[in-house]
């Protein structure tokens, strides 16, 4: 007998017969045999709503406030579901984050997990029950309800699976598995089995939607397997586990495209220390995310400075920077919000040079012009005009033969 | 310097537009130099559609469930509320029932409040703050979410005046203060710019919607000046206070009317003790509550035994009696759900008889047959068809000349 922790998002839960259609899901794994704790997130469209009507009210809305807004979705959904639960002679539960108790370190709207109490949820366990508890949100040390920030469900679901130390953790979500890449980009895009959590780690961060990255990162550090499945059907979805020694391994496992970043250059600076610090500081003082970060050394000792920040905050970056410009002697500031990040992800890359210049060469022969490059150990993103993206993402997926089981491959794999 | 607890219910705060209008009645009370509590209760029509989900889920949807799913309406609303006076530049900070803490006896979905901690309130107000407190909810002796009943939100109000000894209670409605009789069938009914609390309990429990009886019940117990009042004028209401010396005091305060229930007649039935108890245990056991009884002696040692109950249960309790009926050898079970019961109370019926003599008299001159008649110290109820309801209404409004203000009444007052 198996413990699954079962995580069914917020378009599994929009309305009562899909409340009653998770339900069956969750009852048929509990006459597997298997012990079940079910999370779960607001109903579809809840939260936005929730968002829209507090941005109508306050100019800013506080985050305390906020967070006792955003944690009315999931008491909701975890009542409904305990109810539909019931109906079908089950024993369930229902449990807010407070509840549980579920710790978070206080942050208000984006707070993270620091412990998670055991005995409400086991004492319902060892009754037979099935405890369904609130995603997304905790109590911090003040006994203030806090929200982990958007899709924070996935991260609730893995922490209670660590910490329960259930077997696997599933994602139940309106797709059946990691995609080699978008499929609605690439309709011969393949469902992967297994994939490793760095390599889910490097997907969601480069802008696959499936998992939200501290979800994957909780699983990794405490070596949750979790399983990606589909709501809709049956499938095995996609286990994302641990690097096996025996696992076909892939040069690439994925393709990941980011529409939601802009690029930002300052040409012609000074090449001396500091420069960096000067802009990057600044735009971080506006609690603004820098991704990509690339300096050019260019002629007559001065310098072209280039870094990706999120769409959203790319006009008050504009603004920041242009007193910064004219601080530091440059010569220009210039920018794109109409550019798009593709990025190629394998652990296979670890053991085989020459992935980069593959993907170089197939974005070539295409005609797409490379504005960036970024690479790790396992990954390598270049930056596009954001006209390009279908067109890349299909190329490279075609390049690398990524529509073939790995053992079909032309290439060294 | 006053301590005014303001409540404002659900129609009010629909949609954002009102929750925002109603934010500047707070603010304009503040700025009168008043120190201002915020009960509010769910968003209009939202508690019906959760209701409702949760039936389309469970056949029974269990007590505890229930309570979590309902709480959720009011943790929307005082965080929007919240937000709108911090939008204004008020020091405003929500609390959940169990977040102030309102205790409660734990009994799920009709939970009675048996104490409020003030030390968070207290800290807010001399911070010069607005605590926004969910009204309809607390927190049970386990911990547990649990819910006040419909129309509960009043009696947290009140609750939270006593407990912090505020000087007025303002309930904010749709309606602009009590009536002598519902507006919608009488145009003259004048609105009571004062009435006893003892006169408001028996309008309510007979029937008149304007303020939850509990809530009322609760107010007189413990002295607490409650104002029924308008979100949408400037009008001082009705406030509903202890019986002063100086009162005026009108022979008949109002006319409530109830079409709710439903009545039983047990016909023939041997007159000897223990009928009674039959009958109403029968009926009680099924949690029916039974409201007007009457027994008439009649010929040859037989009784006829008439009462009234919710005409929701009329099917049920017509089901319950059948068997009894047979049982305790009656001749007959007969009933009827059109039926209305009109009644009329005043404080100054203590001091003046002939109230009940007047009214049978108004309502014989129109043509309409009496079915049952009850009394007690403040009122009179008749039970007549339901078609007569409006005639009689305005046939008694007419005849104790209610339309008139007091002094210029031709009867004695």
């Given amino acids: 007998m198996a413990l699954i922790v079962q995580k069914i998002g917020g378009s599994s839960l929009a ?8 339900a ?3 009852v048929a794994e509990k006459e597997r045999g298997n012990d079940v704790v079910v999370v779960v997130s607001a109903m579809g469209g809840q939260t936005d709503q929730l968002v829209a009507m507090a941005q109508e009210l306050h100019d800013r809305p506080p985050g305390r406030e906020m967070d006792q807004l955003l944690a009315s979705g999931e008491q909701v959904t975890i009542s409904l579901m ?9 024993h369930a539960r229902s449990f807010s984050g407070g509840q549980v108790a579920v710790h978070t370190d206080g942050v208000s709207t984006r707070a993270r997990i620091t412990d998670i109490d055991r005995e409400n949820l086991r004492a319902v366990l060892e009754a037979g029950g099935i405890p369904v508890v609130a995603g997304f949100q905790g109590i911090g040390p003040e006994g203030e309800v806090t929200t982990l920030g958007r899709g924070g469900s996935d991260t609730t679901a893995v922490a209670l699976a660590a910490a329960l130390e259930a077997d696997e953790c599933h994602i139940y979500t309106d797709v059946d598995g990691v995609y080699t890449t978008d499929p609605r980009i690439v309709p011969e895009a393949r469902r992967l089995a297994k994939i490793t959590f760095e390599e889910m780690i490097e997907l969601a961060s480069l802008g696959s939607k499936v998992l939200q990255i501290r979800a994957v990162e909780f699983a990794g550090k405490y070596s949750v397997p979790v399983r990606v499945r589909s709501t809709f059907d049956d499938g095995e979805g996609t286990l994302i586990t641990v690097e096996e020694e025996d696992m076909e391994k892939a040069l690439v496992s994925g393709i990941a495209h980011n529409e939601d970043e802009a690029k930002v250059t300052i040409i012609g600076v000074p090449d001396r220390p500091g420069i960096a610090h000067a802009v990057v500081g600044a735009v971080s003082r506006e609690n603004v995310n820098v991704d990509m970060i690339i300096q050019n050394q260019g002629e007559h000792g001065k310098t072209d400075f280039t870094f990706t920040v999120p769409r959203s905050d790319y006009p008050l970056v504009m603004d920041t920077l242009d007193p910064v410009c ?9 920018g794109s919000d109409r550019i798009a990040k593709i990025s190629m992800v394998g652990v296979g890359m670890r053991s085989h040079a020459g992935v980069a210049d593959r993907m170089f060469e197939a974005l070539s022969r295409e005609g797409v012009n490379i504005q960036m490059i970024a690479t790790s150990e396992i990954k390598v ?7 390009y993206t279908e067109l890349a993402v299909r190329a490279l997926h075609e390049a690398f033969e990524l529509d073939k089981p790995v053992d079909e491959r032309d290439h060294i794999h």
């Avoid at 309305?15 to 998770?22: E, T």
């Avoid at 305990?82 to 089950?90: K, T």
């Fill in 326 to 334: 004219k601080q530091i002697e440059a010569e220009a500031l210039t």
């Fill in 381 to 387: 993103s270049v930056v596009v005009d954001q006209k």
């Fill in 82 to 90: 305990a109810m539909a639960l019931m109906q079908r002679q089950q």
């Fill in 15 to 22: 309305d009562v017969a899909r409340i009653r259609h998770a």
């Fill in 24 to 26: 069956e899901r969750v």
